[in-house]
């Protein structure tokens, strides 16, 4: 129960050493590409962008880590609706880069670099580059011409040996110019100086390599989403010494939309970025179960085990005898089907679940009733206000759980109601098991195997409603290979939404 929920709340350090990576992604994540790391909420992306801030940081590289949701300004820039997009984007692309300079200027003066003085000199640049502003508005010129002209002439005869003839003439003029410009203030961003400031930047860093760290892109508005791409793609991608890292949810993400030019604004996917990583397809065990459970073990273990030290004099030493000491005989396999491959849910589950087992080790019943009450405390609420999503969960599981005894479907990807489809996988109600199924009779038709998540209908094996659990008469979606039987035919096997109602 004192494992912490949010990889923000837990020290670098710690984060660290308790990170678990699935398969080949821990070596995938280090390398020196641009990329875009995709995940639904809870399955790792912030926790596995510090572990490789952390590691970096260890092999003498920069790293620099920015959570989006901290960018911005306090007067709503960003969703006020009287500006443009190129504005309120404008205004994001230098809110992170003075952020950037923020971070570099702590490290000149906490690190030691290969050229610290060139790293001040450069940062200069950056925040000029970044800050410069220009008077949009109307321009007046005022010109305004005075003087004044003053002549005179006296004589005056003395009829004496003292007569004298006197005259004075006096000329003055003035002339002033006003040039008056009358307008706002407004960021404006030069990519020139820009990337030469950056470009400075790694020179005074190198060889050690800059690694910039963006956390939670999709809390950025969607229609800036592509701008800021943009504006990275033309300043910092093109530099070298800088790999970029982006950690967003797919179906919340824009990276990148058509112009009227015929060209495209943001950043295109496996081309400006090299590839995307997708944290729910790498907690996809295929058939082994023994993967899936040696992860979570492995994940609760770490967790777990930097506050036993501190707790009992003899903690246990591996992940068998931990799993062992917390959970009774076949209770932890059904705990990792309940987390349906992703970490926060299983960490949740387990920490409910300790609270129904009291001193006791966890049980199947308090693994059940954990599964329940997280499902009704956090995956329900999210699509409470989604009225169409409700529904059509609820006939998902009327048709999946309640007749055709069962927990996996497929569907059409070309479903004309898929968004909504969507949504409920982004709230993790629904679970893919394999993309791009191709049907043998009919090879022009792909199919998507989804499952429907354990809390949905764990209620009814509580309450005594269902005899059994569903059975996965699609279990072929779980295998390494992911081909149907023979005879198996897709087409009876999928569901097609607009016949649900």
């Given amino acids: 129960?004192?494992?912490?929920?949010?990889?923000?709340?837990?020290?670098?350090?710690?984060?660290?050493?308790?990170?678990?990576?699935?398969?080949?992604?821990?070596?995938?994540?280090?390398?020196?590409?641009?990329?875009?790391?995709?995940?639904?909420?809870?399955?790792?992306?912030?926790?596995?962008?510090?572990?490789?801030?952390?590691?970096?940081?260890?092999?003498?590289?920069?790293?620099?880590?920015?959570?989006?949701?901290?960018?911005?300004?306090?007067?709503?820039?960003?969703?006020?609706?009287?500006?443009?997009?190129?504005?309120?984007?404008?205004?994001?692309?230098?809110?992170?880069?003075?952020?950037?300079?923020?971070?570099?200027?702590?490290?000149?003066?906490?690190?030691?670099?290969?050229?610290?003085?060139?790293?001040?000199?450069?940062?200069?640049?950056?925040?000029?580059?970044?800050?410069?502003?220009?008077?949009?508005?109307?321009?007046?010129?005022?010109?305004?011409?005075?003087?004044?002209?003053?002549?005179?002439?006296?004589?005056?005869?003395?009829?004496?040996?003292?007569?004298?003839?006197?005259?004075?003439?006096?000329?003055?003029?003035?002339?002033?110019?006003?040039?008056?410009?009358?307008?706002?203030?407004?960021?404006?961003?030069?990519?020139?100086?820009?990337?030469?400031?950056?470009?400075?930047?790694?020179?005074?860093?190198?060889?050690?390599?800059?690694?910039?760290?963006?956390?939670?892109?999709?809390?950025?508005?969607?229609?800036?989403?592509?701008?800021?791409?943009?504006?990275?793609?033309?300043?910092?991608?093109?530099?070298?010494?800088?790999?970029?890292?982006?950690?967003?949810?797919?179906?919340?993400?824009?990276?990148?939309?058509?112009?009227?030019?015929?060209?495209?604004?943001?950043?295109?996917?496996?081309?400006?970025?090299?590839?995307?990583?997708?944290?729910?397809?790498?907690?996809?065990?295929?058939?082994?179960r023994d993967r899936a459970q040696e992860f979570f073990g492995q994940l609760l273990f770490n967790h777990a085990s930097t506050r036993l030290r501190a707790m009992i004099p003899q903690p246990p030493r591996d992940v068998a005898s931990f799993l062992e000491a917390t959970f009774r005989r076949n209770t932890f396999p059904e705990l990792v089907r309940a987390a349906e491959g992703v970490p926060r849910d299983a960490i949740n589950i387990a920490a409910l679940a300790a609270q129904h087992a009291h001193d006791a080790r966890i049980d199947l019943p308090d693994v059940r009733r954990a599964a329940r009450d997280w499902y009704l405390r956090d995956k329900q609420t999210a699509i409470n206000t989604n009225s169409t999503g409700r529904h059509m969960l609820r006939l998902l599981i009327d048709e999946v759980v309640g007749r055709r005894h069962s927990r996996i479907f497929l569907l059409d990807q070309l479903d004309a109601r898929l968004e909504t489809i969507d949504e409920l996988y982004d709230a993790r109600l629904l679970h893919v098991l394999r993309r791009g199924i191709a049907d043998r009779k009919n090879p022009g038709t792909l199919y998507d195997g989804f499952a429907i998540d354990y809390g949905c209908y764990v209620g009814l094996l509580l309450d005594g409603d269902l005899s059994s659990k569903p059975r996965d008469r699609g279990g072929w979606l779980n295998s390494a290979n992911g081909v149907p039987p023979d005879e198996f035919s897709l087409a009876r096997e999928a569901i097609y939404l607009s016949e649900l109602g």
């Fill in 1 to 288: 129960m004192r494992i912490p929920r949010r990889a923000e709340s837990a020290d670098r350090s710690t984060l660290a050493m308790t990170f678990v990576a699935a398969g080949s992604f821990s070596a995938v994540l280090h390398s020196t590409d641009h990329q875009i790391l995709y995940g639904r909420r809870g399955t790792g992306k912030t926790h596995a962008l510090f572990y490789l801030s952390d590691l970096v940081e260890h092999a003498g590289d920069v790293p620099v880590y920015l959570d989006l949701r901290t960018i911005g300004s306090a007067e709503g820039l960003y969703t006020d609706s009287n500006l443009t997009a190129a504005v309120r984007g404008t205004h994001l692309l230098v809110d992170t880069l003075e952020a950037i300079h923020e971070q570099l200027l702590l490290l000149a003066f906490e690190r030691e670099v290969s050229d610290p003085n060139g790293l001040l000199v450069a940062l200069d640049a950056l925040a000029e580059a970044a800050t410069a502003v220009e008077v949009v508005g109307e321009v007046e010129q005022e010109t305004k011409f005075g003087g004044s002209d003053e002549s005179s002439v006296g004589v005056e005869l003395v009829m004496s040996p003292n007569a004298k003839l006197s005259a004075a003439r006096r000329r003055s003029a003035t002339a002033e110019s006003r040039l008056r410009r009358s307008g706002i203030e407004r960021n404006h961003v030069v990519f020139g100086p820009l990337s030469r400031a950056l470009k400075s930047i790694t020179r005074a860093l190198g060889p050690a390599r800059l690694w910039l760290l963006l956390d939670e892109w999709s809390s950025v508005p969607l229609d800036l989403q592509p701008l800021l791409a943009d504006l990275l793609r033309r300043s910092i991608l093109p530099t070298v010494g800088i790999t970029v890292k982006i950690a967003a949810i797919e179906r919340r993400s824009q990276f990148s939309q058509p112009s009227s030019s015929g060209d495209y604004v943001g950043i295109e996917v496996g081309a400006d970025a090299a590839s995307a990583v997708s944290l729910d397809d790498s907690m996809i065990f295929d058939n082994v």
